[in-house]
């Protein structure tokens, strides 16, 4: 069984677009996050959720909104997508947010295209 | 702030070769983890070891191995007798405390094993 599971693999879509991903695991664990991996392949935290609640939201755009309708589903929602939206986005869980639970285990990424 | 760097953009070698893919830290904290993930061509994060800032003894893995040294802020990683499976970014990254023990993430390194 996946651990930590994204829909869909790959999207492209058009500037001004509205898209979801979604994110969602089984590994009873109480922390999600969202990463964006840019062309560069440089990882940024973007969100985390502890519990369904917002944690950190790092300096991005409101046009990108998080979900969590439950502690196993993180989806990301991203309005009037542009070009710069283009990039691979890792959904990612650990146990909880203590230090000592702080490894993560990530989803398998989903690669935005936007034209 | 916490900052990762992997001034190696990119190696190569040839099967076989023994290869260590460096990393330094900066961080104020006194309790911290570091770890190392693997991003092969196909595009997953697989998570490969952490070890937490009071634990200094070197770990070994196979043909894996990894050397924390704190007095240096350094945790390099070593491949011992490259195969071509090896080939991959692996990225370093460092626990950040200030929201939800995200992680933070050095800018990779390229390594490429030729046969």
């Given at each position: 069984d996946t651990a930590v599971s994204q829909t869909p693999k790959y999207l492209v879509t058009q500037m001004g677009n509205d898209k979801s991903i979604k994110c969602e695991q089984n590994?009873?664990?109480?922390t999600m996050y969202w990463y964006k991996q840019d062309s560069k392949k440089f990882l940024k935290i973007m969100f985390s959720y502890n519990n369904k609640e917002l944690i950190i939201n790092e300096t991005?755009?409101?046009?990108f909104s998080p979900k969590s309708p439950d502690k196993a589903h993180l989806n990301l929602h991203i309005n009037?997508?542009?070009?710069?939206?283009?990039a691979v986005y890792f959904c990612a869980s650990s146990q909880d947010i203590k230090l000592v639970n702080v490894e993560q285990y990530f989803g398998p990424g989903t690669r935005l295209t936007v034209t | 702030a916490q900052k990762v760097t992997q001034a190696q953009t990119e190696i190569s070698v040839v099967e076989k070769e023994d290869v260590t893919l460096d990393c330094v830290y900066e961080t104020r904290d006194t309790t911290y983890y570091l770890f190392w993930y693997k991003q092969p061509p196909s595009g997953e994060l697989v998570f490969l070891i952490r070890r937490n800032s009071f634990d200094e003894q070197n770990e070994i893995s196979g043909r894996y191995s990894w050397n924390f040294q704190k007095s240096t802020s350094s945790f390099n990683f070593t491949i011992t007798?490259?195969?071509?499976?090896?080939s991959a970014v692996y990225f370093c990254a460092l626990s950040d405390?200030?929201?939800?023990?995200?992680l933070f993430f050095g800018t990779g390194t390229r390594l490429t094993v030729i046969p």
């Open positions: 590994l009873g664990h109480d991005v755009p409101n046009r009037s997508l542009e070009l710069g939206d283009s | 007798a490259s195969q071509v499976v090896d405390p200030t929201g939800a023990n995200n």
